[in-house]
């Protein structure tokens, strides 16, 4: 709707995995690193984690489209399966036949692992959401990394889930698992100049020649609200630009982030935050002012009581000499002399 008002070929910020629109924060570029790693050194099993929208599909998807013909792949983006119905998704990932015999599976499996790594080639499998893995196949898996040669793994198995993934993996009864991950990594939400080329980049690659057109006040919004989270990025940067083109703006500020924010969700729980933050620093300075109070209030009953002592303990001489110094003091008549 909003494409021609900003001068755009197609849509800046799709929720899609949209290759053309890739780009890898150094935090991506080293996840990426070292999936590659890896694969071509056979580690067997790799863990990414990340919170929700971090960019793992897209890290996987990255990992994909340069995965040379000669590695053979199986992706499973749904992982909530039975033990035979996995099975059965590898049989047909990898054209092994019918796999609804575990056995004769793992005979089937066994042989082509072996004939392809006699053939120096490589196979992968990749489990997204891993988190949502049933605990009776994760140990299923684990016991398909028992096929290896004396020199490699035969097959590289990777996981991708969310980071209570990896408190399953320090739970007790996966310890055997947890000793055969060779590699694990965790990814990391955006930086605030990251959050800034992001946004560039997507504009610039949807075909905007001004990449200008969120203000430096409404990326700092998006940052905010985002908390540089990409997929939460595009779906404030998509509102913000149809709020804009409703309202004729072509440049967007932080008013319009504020106002989609809210739209979506996320400005009350901003503002409570905000507010709750400002109540804090109220009740510190409340209470800093109210113990500054106290301890003076304190020295003053405590200085007044040692000069009644000291005024007490002196001669009557020396009595009626103090107060006759403190009312000339305060009659004046000290300071014309």
């Not at 109540?279 to 800093?288: C, V």
Request: aromatic share 10%.
């Amino acid at each position: 709707m909003y494409l021609r008002f900003y001068n755009l070929k197609e849509e800046p910020f799709s929720l899609s995995p949209d290759p053309d629109f890739l780009y890898l924060s150094e935090v991506h570029r080293e996840g990426l690193a070292n999936l590659r790693y890896g694969l071509i050194q056979k580690k067997g099993f790799i863990v990414i984690t990340g919170e929700v929208g971090t960019g793992k599909t897209t890290l996987i998807n990255a990992l994909l489209s340069e995965i040379p013909q000669e590695v053979k792949t199986a992706f499973i983006s749904n992982p909530k399966l039975k033990t035979e119905e996995f099975f059965f998704l590898l049989s047909r990932a990898f054209k092994l036949g019918n796999g609804d015999n575990k056995a004769k599976f793992l005979i089937n499996f066994t042989e082509f692992l072996e004939r392809l790594d006699k053939n120096g080639e490589n196979v992968v499998l990749i489990i997204d959401e891993a988190h949502c893995l049933p605990e009776k196949l994760l140990e299923e898996i684990r016991l398909l990394s028992n096929l290896e040669t004396p020199h490699s793994k035969l097959l590289n198995i990777i996981l991708v889930g969310q980071p209570e993934f990896e408190k399953t993996l320090d739970h007790p009864g996966f310890r055997a698992l947890k000793q055969r991950i060779t590699l694990r990594y965790r990814l990391k939400p955006l930086s605030k100049e990251e959050t800034r080329e992001y946004i560039k980049v997507r504009l610039s690659r949807a075909g905007s020649k001004d990449v200008g057109v969120f203000s430096e006040g409404a990326i700092s919004a998006i940052y905010r609200y985002s908390k540089g989270v990409p997929r939460v990025i595009n779906l404030l940067a998509d509102r913000a630009m149809l709020t804009g083109f409703v309202k004729e703006t072509k440049v967007i500020d932080d008013k319009i982030i504020r106002e989609c924010a809210a739209e979506i969700g996320f400005g009350n729980a901003e503002l409570n935050r905000v507010e709750k933050d400002r109540l804090k620093k109220n009740d510190r300075e409340t209470k800093t002012g109210r113990h500054l109070l106290r301890a003076g209030l304190a020295f003053l009953i405590l200085g007044a009581i040692l000069a009644i002592f000291w005024f007490v303990s002196l001669s009557n001489a020396e009595r009626q000499k103090l107060i006759t110094d403190l009312t000339i003091l305060f009659s004046g008549e000290l300071w014309e002399k």
